[in-house]
């Protein structure tokens, strides 16, 4: 499957455990590799992501699992939290 890479943007970003990350405002591509690096994303839901103070995350595109109506990434603890997480010891 091929997309273009403005399509992306603003598409709604999950983990594989259906957790909201945010939305995509930009994707950093690797021009000599021809390849995308990571995506930006925004609008963060702030019950998983701990943004120190940042505006948005980076998220690599090896986690990355899937990409169609929205895109589903894989779900990593020491990078989103959620109020499960908090209650743990």
Do not use: C, W
């Not at 950093?28 to 992501?49: Q, R, S, T, Y």
């Not at 699992?65 to 989103?80: E, L, M, P, Y």
């Amino acid at each position: 499957m091929k997309t273009q890479v403005t399509e992306l943007f603003g598409m709604k970003v999950y983990t594989d455990k259906a957790i909201l990350v945010g939305e995509v405002d930009d994707v950093l591509l690797d021009i000599d590799g021809k390849k995308i690096e990571a995506l930006a994303v925004g609008k963060l839901n702030p019950e998983i992501a701990d943004p120190k103070g940042h505006r948005g995350l980076l998220i690599p595109f090896r986690i990355i699992k899937n990409v169609g109506d929205i895109i589903i990434v894989r779900h990593i603890s020491t990078a989103f939290r959620s109020s499960k997480d908090d209650n743990l010891p």
